[in-house]
């Protein structure tokens, strides 16, 4: 699956496996939630920690933690910054409870958390099992 994301204007193509599909549809849906509320979907990050080879490890409102591996997005597209090493490790919580990084890049709360447990996005969002379709 093809997704066109668009970062300070400009817009960028990036392949999507079907997994990461269904992420990043639940991250759209957060980003068009939380413009609502400003509150992005049920899951809030609390602490981020850069780790190694492009990971974070992540602790949530509620309690869970874990750790999820970024390395597939490092130098692709608005991720292209994080060929610097040290860009990446500039990893922030968000007011949201989303993870920022400077110059505009941030990542849902929803799909980390959904990546970190593993959970299929109708397990944590009910009204998706019969809302979403694919295209």
């Known amino acids: 699956m093809g997704l066109t994301v668009t970062k300070n204007g400009l817009r ?8 990461e599909a269904k992420i990043a549809i639940v991250t759209l849906w957060c980003y068009v939630v939380s413009e609502l509320p400003r509150r992005c979907g049920m899951h809030r990050i609390t602490q981020v920690e850069a780790l190694d ?7 949530f409102a509620d309690g869970t933690r874990g750790v999820v591996d970024l390395s597939r997005l490092a130098g692709r597209g608005v991720f292209k910054g994080w060929q610097d090493y040290t860009e990446f490790q ?3 919580v968000g ?3 989303e993870l920022v990084w400077p110059g505009g890049v941030d ?4 799909a980390l958390y959904l990546r970190m447990t593993g959970k299929e996005p109708e397990q944590e969002f009910p009204t998706l099992q019969h809302e979403l379709s694919y295209a």
């Open 12 to 19: 960028q193509r990036v392949r999507l496996k079907a997994e």
């Open 53 to 59: 080879r492009y990971r974070v490890a992540l602790s």
């Open 90 to 92: 500039k990893v922030n």
């Open 95 to 97: 007011e949201t409870g």
């Open 107 to 110: 990542l849902c709360a929803d």
